[in-house]
Each structure stands twice: as structure tokens, then as C-alpha cells.
């Protein structure tokens, strides 16, 4: 293994360093940094603006003022901490290996199977609580101290938020009951770096003054500077000593201690521009990294007096991109917009933070009229939709499967009982990428629109089948439309056939077969039914792949014809098998008496969707075209009977660019 | 008919009458009092509380306001105005009726299939938007607004909020945006009558300060009596040349014209407890109530010098109410938390401003310390249960299935992720009560949890098995649970065997026969199933009811024996027949290759619920007893060859009680 981080012995070294304890916590902080990018590096992605900035008061509160490595983590007396914006976990898991908590072989595994998970999840050792999802953590923090309080048990809990996350209406709740409910062991803390995914909070959807907005929620209310120990210390004994739940507004910079990620730029439209929020930095940027921040841990061991700390230096052998450049689904999405805006003026365009995400940057800056940027606030962002629909606008409304189809559900549903017309976009729905863990990945959206009798879910396999789908949805469609879009680049493009033509409720042969036939949906699991396709010729089995873009409304007539040369009928999802396209095939095959003697079975997510890289994750979950193969041929040792990288590069070769 | 109201000429006249305006709005408003009682009356349920504190506000605005008479409801330049709380709307309606938008017919039809529904419905002449679940009329206001200036239409957006309401995070969300995208058109009035369900709000999450909250989220507050037409005229004014969206706390009287439904009462532990929230006054208080308005109506129509206001006098003829005490199983179901509390010291129970109609409040009483009112905040709730589960508690968590499993669908999926358990009780699941209308009614929660790999659903159809699945799910269950509830009385005490032991996973047989299979569950489809099975055996067809408490833990081998002597399997269902009870029965069949060529049908709801009385209601979506019999039977002129009502007769005779 190339990668290499600063061993715990290190951070046993400059915890047991004499000197002034706030350069002693500073240099931990900037040993947890330097080891958070090595991580992140490693990883692929992660979140190192926001695991920077928080970095100085997780090392404040673990190394000065909590006593959970003292009583341990299954003690209720033990101070509890959690983020609820989750997104600073590297730094965090960081911070739990320099405690002995997590293991180094673990730390190197973020991101990866029975690894670290991207956001944090609760099964992991020194994890309170799984979060990502914006808005839940003071909530969950008011449950922890309600317990303590039931058990008369001691300890504080201490949960860390973000500040776009300041536009979540759950906060706002979560204020009110807490002081209501007077559970006072509580001591929230904004880490309050200015900058949301990739814009200042204040102009995504500004939430200043939160000053004025927490104490007239009858909280005590302190604003300190983040990265500042005594500040921290002593805003907490103020906390501690007053009987209403406390908020701490720390201010923070994103990015704090590698100079580069510290500076926003400038967008095309002039506004400042955080690059570092999300993503791994590219070699050279790792490099930079990595030596401003040994250069600081160099001189506070120099200024403690401590020994060198050996924070390795090392070289990674630099990755071969594929040259090839891969489909973006949502990309066309995004264009098509921008296309049919030209001569459609009666639709509007929400966001919810995730513009450059979900590809409408383009659009944003052609038709800023026509644009909502609505922060972090999903139910608002949905009921505003509504409210549009009933003026005669169609809104397209974009954010996150996930955060779409789960928290805005009832808004949705009260929308789409008047019997008006809205396009809910949900962008990386899915299983892939697997790295940012559970509460991004999305297997149970189509489920949660199901039982809506009028929205139509769809999703598109390529770029032009979503501008196909896109132009239905907007312009065509009579009632409510749900497009499904997977968010990354496509494992292949997906080709249609040259008379392709968008056709309600059927679907499109991809390949020939008489020995199966597979049904499934997007890019990501046509490639994956496509390698099956291709191994199984191998063998001699054919199978034959149809790409069903409409997930809730087969025709019957065509899907009852398409299954009936066939004695075995798969169909594959990214999606949990309940609720999903299996569910509705299922259905219109059994009420229309078209399944008869046919085996037919569900391919998709039986348990909570596994974080990792995508083929660990497809393999985990039976749904690499592997899997696939065995499953529907039956033969469990295909694998040994082909020659798997052959067939995959045979088919690279042929494919178009 | 004998329920009359004041008819649409005497309100021409009292809108004509000289004299003092204020007085002459005064006169409006006690006149739609007087029909809304009327109204609320005959449609046995209904808001009057909140119904009339708002009536002075409403008759303002319309009557001196906005422009939307002159203008037209189809107008883009129109003032918009609409309830978010939408229970006010009987009195909403009786304004809609005396300003000639909605017929007199209609008026008497509220609650009524075809007529107007519990909460506002946008299909509804005069009804901007459908409302009726808490918390989203700004963020639809804001939709409505911004659609205006896109359009660059005139007229301005009022909406109304209760203020219990204020406890919902998404008011907090929207006043934050709406301020934030300078959306100036706006104004939201609050009818602050400081009580929400049956308590003050100060008593169950107190909002206060609201003024203070809403100045700090950046809009223009302002604070007057909401029963002062000249106070609301210039708060108005104020609130138009204000470059912000303003807010207008309106200080009223829940109950507001009728002395005794002004005065709350104490209760068990001491506090302020209104009564008259929901429900129809008895005939006594309704006739009390009609003199007392009749009186104020006189007195004014005098001072202003109309001629005599005809508020008729009736008499209706006095229900005769069933003697037989009906079951509500939701009793046992809190009966069986009571009891269990006494042996088991780790469940804590949860409520969302329904204690009383949940059945916790002997609970509430007898374990103070073990109960959370959270308040209408549905998302904090769940997340709060969710840190209590971290804890080692087991939250029992109870409110409307419709607000608990959709509002907080995505917390409940991050707490299920942490492999915690908890105990979400969806009250008022199904269709009936169907008066409250598509807000209330909830007929896709099962498909809401179903994608949720470790929460097993159920439902219990009498007291016995309330009491058995209370138990297995706060104690033996080894994951989390969802019980589904239905709210009202059981339509019959459905009767199970003497030897009844609860077994996961398996159904029990209500009635033997050799035709068809029908599964069901809940006392209202199996009242519905077993009617079927009683007209059906009439003309010899045998019917087997199975009441299959476990919706979507189908033991497979149980279903298959249950399955195999029979050629037609139905599932009936009061949920959607997306995502209920019937994908998880045909899916286990299909698995287990245990279907065969048996027709397998769902009976369920295909569209929105509609709303009316329970018998209407069930016969729209087709699932009344009749009904079924003959889908079932395929004996479409089943209803002439029996005498339906001897049969019920005959069983209702025979039925324990």
C-alpha cells in the first residue's frame, strides 16, 4: 500500500507534550488534517472543506472536555458527540484513529467496503449516530439527553451542525421542542464556515441572524471563533452553567489549515466559489497539501519542543484516467432544459443546493428569471412547487433522490392530490456511487411515489433517451412526472437502436437471447446486464436485455408479448426489490394472466444499501453482471469458465465513443 | 331536508346595509358562524373552533380586501388567499356560499361524497389550494407569489396559519426562503387562538416568541386583534407598503360568537382543555349555539338598521345512536402500553398533538415521565425517538399514519439504517374515517415503510390482537415495527377463534368456504370481507375471510397451504393496491412458485381517497361488502337476489357483544 499516514504513536507523542496546551491541540488538530487528505486521497471523494474546518473543535472537545475515552462508549454517563451534517466524517474518523478508536487499516478503507462509510454511520466504533442527511442531528441530540435525563445518567451531548444546514425546517422544530421540553444537556455547535456545497450560505438562502433566530427560540446563545481553544473552553463552561439548551455559533473558515482550500474563486456569474467541499484534490493539489500542513506540524513540534513527527512523505503511483469521455445522463437532462426553455416559457427550475450536481448550472446562468434556488430545504422547495403548479407554471424541481422522495414526500402528495403538474427530478437515485454510504444512496424512491395514482416515473439509459424523457416530461406528459437519473458518468453508453423512438410504457431490446430475459433500467444496471449478456454468449445462453425506461406504466400488451418466448424472466434495479419496475412488471403480468408457468424474479436491493466502491458494492449485492450471469444461467461456476477481462475489453473495443 | 341556513339574498342584504361597516362585518361573520354550525352539524364532524375564530378575518379580507369578486378566480391579477391549516373551512366554505361561489347544496354536503370535502380540495370553486396537514401554506404562498412575478401579474397572496402550526419546521423553512428570494407579495396572518388540538399551545410546545422568531427570520411582524376589522384594515396597509413578506399575528378567540365553545375546561392533570376542536356539538349545544348567533344576528341587523336577518329556525330529528358500545381498538392498544408499562421500564412513549385520539392519555397521565408531547412536529419527533433508540430506549412513536409516515419518511429511514428499534403506531390509517378528506386519510403507508428491510407492519383487527401485537411489538419484537391503526369505532367487533394465538407471519380464518379466498386485515375491510362472505353464502357461494395481521411478513408456507384449495385469491385492502398487503402476498406466492394459474387480485384503492361518509366512501372505491361479493362472485345483479339488509340484520343479531 503506497498511501501512508501518520502512525498513532505520533499523536501519543504530541498529546503527551509538554508546552502550551493550545499549540498541543493545534498540532494534533493538524496531524488529523494531514491524515483526514491522505484518507480522502485514498478514498477517491470525501468532504476535507468542511472536515478541515471543524477540525479544532472536535480536537477540543475530545482532548479537553468530554469524558467518553475515560468511561468508554457503552457508559450512559458518557459525554456523547455527534455531526449532524455527517459530511466532516474524515476529519472525524481521523480523530478517532489518533484515540486508538478506529484502526489505521480502517482509516485507509474510507469510502470502501467494511471500511469507513462517507458519511457516519453508527455501527462504527466511536460513531454515535448515522447522519448525512442535513437537519436531524439536534433532534437526535434532544433524544440521547431526554434518555439521559429517564436514566438519571450524566454527560453531556454535544452535537456539531453545519450552517447551510441552518435551512432545514427540522432545525428549527428541534429548537422549539428542545427548549419547550427544557432539555438543557445540550450543547449545539455551528461549525459556521460561511460556505454550503459550493456557494456562501448567504447567497444560497441566508440565514443570518442565527444570533437572533436561536435565543428567540429560547436558546443561550454564544459566537466564538472556531478555531480558537480558549474561546471554545470557555463558551462551553458558559453552556454548561446555564439551564437552557446552548448553541454555539463557532466561526470557522472551510478548508482552515492548507492555504489553497481556504480561498474561494469566482463563477461566471461573479459569485464566490468554494472548490474544496466534495471530491478528492488531484496529485499535485495532494501534494501541496500534504506539505503545508507537515510544514505546520514540523514547526508546532518545533515551538511544543516535542520530537520530529514522522508524517511520512510518500508518492502515489499517479492513476490512468481512461481517456475515453464518459456520458453523463443528467448532463443532457440539464441541456435539454436549456433547450426546450427556448420555446417552452410556462416552466420553472428549483434547486435545492445541488445546481453544478444536478447540471443546471447552464441553465441557471441562461434563465436566472426562471431559476429558484431554494437552500437546503426540501418541504419548502415542494410546497413552493405546488404553489407554482396552481399559477400555471410547470416546476421542474431538482434536488437528491434521497432528500426528494423521502423528506418532501407529503408535500409531494399534497401537490399531486389538486391534480396539477410537477416534475420532481430525482438525481442520483441509485445504488452508484456507493461512497458517500446510505443516506445519498437512493433504492427506495420509486416506492415512495408508487402509490401516487398520477405520476409517472421514468428513467432514461442515455443521454438520448433523457432528452427524449426530459421533453415528455415537460411538455407532453398530463400528469406528474418522476425522473429517476443515476448522477455518475456512465460505466458505457448505452446504445439504442437507430429507430429509437420514445414510446409510452415500452421498453427497448438491447440485445438478442432466447434463453432469458432481463428487464432493467439507467445506465448503471444496463452495464451490468450487458456484461451478463456478454458472458453468458460466451457460454452459449443467450440473453436477451430490454431497457425499460417507464418504471410504473408498462403497456401491458407489450410486456406480455415481450416475456412470452420466455420460460425464465429477470428484472434488474438499483432499487430495492420492494416497490420498484420488478413490483410493477409482477403486477401487470399477473392482472393481465400473462405470467402462466413463467419463473419471475426481482434482481435488486434486499437490505440497507452497502458503501464502497461500485464493484464491491454491485458484487456485495449480487448485481455485478457477474452475479447477474450466474444468478439467471444458474451456472455458479461461470466465472471459471470464461475468461471475464477478455470479454469486457473485447466489447470496450467495439463499442462507439 | 331538515337542516336550513341562512340563505344567500340575506346575506346580499346585510352586505347592502348602511350604517356602520365594521358592524356590518360583524353581522357577515356571526351570519357564516351561524351556517358553519349548521354545516358541521349535519355533517356530524367538523372544525367550529377554529372555524370561528378565523371568521373575522376571512370576512375582512373578502369582503373588503381583495379583488378576487371582481376579478374572477381564473385571473392571474387576483388577490389569492387560502387557509393553511385548512381546518377552519367550514366557516371558510359558509363565506364561499354567502358570497355565491359555492351553492347551498353544497354547503349541506360538507363532508359528503361529491360535495365539499373536510379540508379544502383545490378542485373546489374558491378554493385556492388543498391544505389540511400542517405547515406548508407559506412555501405554497411563496410558489403562488413567485409564479405572479414571473408572470408579472398583479394581486397579492394571504395565507392563514394556525399557530399551533408553528410548530411544524417547514413554516420556519419558508419564512427563511421567502425572505432570503425578497418575495414581497406575501402576507401571512396567524390565527393565534392559542389552543391547537385540546390544549394550549403554551402547554404543548410553546411557540412564543413568535414576533421575535419571524423578525429575526426577516419579515415584517406586526401584532393586532384579529376580531378588529379596523385593527386588520391597517395592519393590512401596513403590511402592502412594507418591502418585506409580513406576518400578521391576530390575536382571536378559538370558539369566537358562541359563549360556551369560548371557554375551555380543565383537565385530569390540571390544564386548559378545549373541547370543541373537532366534532359536531350534540343537539343540545347546536341549538344553544343557534340562539346565542341568532341573538347577535338580530342585535346587529337592529343597530345597522336592516330589516330581519332570516336565521331560520329548525328542528331536526334526533339521532337514535346505536346502544351497543362499539370497539375502538386503538383503546386496547393503549390499555396494553399501560399495562405493559408496569413490567417493562425501557419504552417511552411519543405523541404528535393527538394524545386523545391516539388513546394515550391514561398513558400520559400515569407515566408522565415516560410520555414526550413533542407537538406538531412530526420530523424532530421522529429523529428525537431516534436518539432515544441510541440510548437502549424503545420509543413508542404515535400520530396520524398520513403525517407520521410520509413527513417523516427520511428520518425514519436514517433511524431504521442505525439498526435501533422503534415503534412507529400509525393512527388513522386507511380510508375511514372518510370525512376529514385525502390530508387525513392515509392509504399508502405501508408502501411508505415497505422498501425498509429491518420495520415489520402490522395490523390489528379487534381488541385481542391489539393487545397481542402491542406486546410482540414493544417487547418481543428483535426489529422495529410499524402498527398500522384504524381511528374509528369498529363497524363490528371482528371475532376470533377461542383458540387464537398470535404466530408471525400467519393468518387466521374468520368464516370457511370452498369458492374463493379473501385476505384482509383491520376492522374495517374485514367488516367489509365478512358482509361479502354473508351475502355471498345466500346464493350458496362460499366465501373463506382470512384476517392476515402481518402486512408485509407473509409466512411463505403458511400462504401456500392457505392458497392452494382455491382457484380465485383476493386481497382486500383499505390502502392503495401499490405497495399493501396484496405485492407482498403475490410476491411471496410468485418466489415460491406457489401461484399456479389461481387469479390473484387486489382490491384496494386505485386513486385519491375520496371523501364522504364511510358507506359512501366504500362503495366509490368499490371495497363495501356489496361490492366485493360481487367482484368476487362475478355476479353483477348479486344485490337483487338477496335482501342485503336482512342479511346484516341477521349477523348483527347473532354477534356477541
Known sequence: MSFRIIRKQEFDKARAAGGDWATRLE???????????????????????????????????????????????????????????????????????????????????????????????????????????????????????????????????????????????????????????????????????????????????????????AEAFGWHVQRVNGHDYAALRDSIKAADSD??????????????????????????????????????????????????????IVALAEKLGVEPIDAPEFEIEAKTSSKATKEFVAQHYGDALVELAKTHDRFMVMDGDLSADCKLRDFEYAYPDRFIENGIAEQDMASTAGGLALMGIVPVVNTFASFLAARANEQIYNNAGEGTKIIWTCHYAGLIPAGPGKSHQSVRDISLFGALPNVTIVQPCNGVEAKALTEYCVVEAKENCMMRLNIGPSPETIQLPDDYELKVGHGTALTDGDDALLVGYGPVMLHEALLASRYLKEVGFGLKVVNMPWLNRPNAEWLAETVKPYKNIFVVEDHSVVGGLGDWLLNSLNENDALGDRKFRKLGIYDYPECGTPWEVLDYHGLDGMSLAKTISGDDALDSKIDAGEVEKKYTADAPQ
Chains 1, 2 share one sequence.
Open 27 to 213: 498540532l494534533f488538530a493538524a496531524m488529523c488534517r494531514y491524515n483526514a487528505l491522505v484518507a480522502v486521497k485514498k478514498a477517491g471523494s470525501g468532504h476535507l472543506g468542511s472536515s478541515f474546518s471543524a477540525a479544532d473543535i472536535i480536537t477540543y472537545l475530545y482532548l479537553e472536555e468530554m469524558n467518553v475515552l475515560d468511561v468508554g462508549f457503552d457508559s450512559d454517563d458518557r459525554d456523547v458527540y455527534f455531526s449532524s451534517k455527517g459530511h466532516d466524517v474524515p476529519g472525524f474518523y481521523s480523530l478517532l484513529y489518533a484515540l486508538g478508536v478506529v484502526s489505521e487499516e480502517k482509516l485507509l478503507m474510507l469510502r470502501r467496503l467494511h471500511g469507513l462509510d462517507g458519511h457516519p454511520e453508527a455501527r462504527i466504533e466511536g460513531v454515535e449516530s448515522s447522519t448525512g442527511s442535513l437537519g436531524m442531528g439536534i433532534s437526535k441530540a434532544k433524544g440521547f439527553a431526554i434518555a439521559k435525563n429517564y436514566k438519571k445518567a450524566g454527560g453531556r451531548v454535544f452535537v456539531m451542525t453545519g450552517d447551510g444546514e441552518w435551512q432545514e425546517g427540522q432545525i428549527f422544530e428541534s429548537l422549539q421542542a428542545a427548549a419547550h421540553q427544557k432539555v438543557s444537556n445540550i450543547t449545539a455547535i455551528i461549525d459556521h464556515n460561511k460556505y454550503q456545497t459550493d456557494m456562501l450560505v448567504k447567497d444560497v438562502n441566508n440565514i443570518e441572524d442565527i444570533r437572533a433566530k
Open 243 to 296: 439551564e437552557r439548551p446552548s448553541l454555539i455559533i463557532a466561526d470557522t473558515v472551510k478548508g482552515k489549515g492548507v492555504s489553497f482550500m481556504e480561498d474561494p474563486v469566482t463563477d461566471a456569474s461573479g459569485r464566490a466559489y468554494y472548490k474544496w467541499h466534495a471530491g478528492a484534490p488531484d496529485d499535485d493539489h495532494f501534494y501541496k497539501g500534504l506539505v503545508e500542513l507537515r510544514k505546520t
